[in-house]
């Protein structure tokens, strides 16, 4: 289908209760939070304008490249369980415009669900720190909804257009790109997972987006701190990953926090109470208690 005019706002084709637990586990919702999310859409009639409203911001960029972190937004707390989960219900929506939308590019369907696995993967992320079905950055779910994000193997790549700093570093200000991303319950990052991620990405946008033609592929992530290369064993998976990229530069402002989200999965925890059962978690624990910080770093390879 083509993209659907900016600004409109009718209501969107959503399945009955009957079926939204088979639309849910589609997108890789966990099953034991299908039972919690059907409760609250039935609970929540009048969710469905706003439900449309936010479908329709989503759809009104499908196939775009940009920077669309706004697109779904974190609501109140104060909204209780329906503004936790008003991302999977837009998800639901916008899902099957975004499979005929792929599929038109010629995108097989199973790819394209495969992508929008993340959705299920910040439902679980929120079960695992809060308890309770939710999503945990709406704002992410935009990227895959509007066909700028595909999970080929163990990676994620994101179509993109190369930041000022990183641009520069890699001699192609403002050009094409692909940001690399690297989901979670996916098992470790292992080199053969990688290159045959890398590989698939190739053959991939070759065929659907021929136009682009990215000259580099890109990454931001606590994964490229130059630390970590120092402080783990050689043979480590995140040491592997770092020597793919030529560095660009480093984040100036600590991302502690960051850090130990995607290591610990609960950031306010105090550091004595935090699991030391893997090398890295070990690390990084004995990192931040000898006074030291992590940051962000950012690095691109020629693609």
Known sequence: MGRPPAGRGPDVPFPDADDLPDALLDLSVPHDAVNDIVAVHRATPDLAR?????AWTVLSGLGAVYDGNADLR????????AGRLLAVFVAVAVAPHTVRHNAALGIAPTVTLRSLAD?????AKHRLRHGVPGVLSPYWLGNALRGQLFELGRLQFQRAVLGRRTG????HPGGPCLDLHIPDFRGPITPSACDRSIDAAHAFFATHFPDEAPAVATCHSWLLDRQLAALLPPGSNITAFQRRFTPAYQAETPTDT???DFVFDDPALPLDRLPRDTTLRRVVLDHLGAGGHWYEGSGWFPW
């Open 258 to 260: 960051d850090l130990l």
């Open 50 to 54: 706003l439900r449309d409203r936010c």
């Open 74 to 81: 974190a609501l109140p707390p104060s909204l209780g369980a």
């Open 119 to 123: 959705i299920g993967r910040q439902v």
């Open 168 to 171: 520069a570093a890699a001699g």
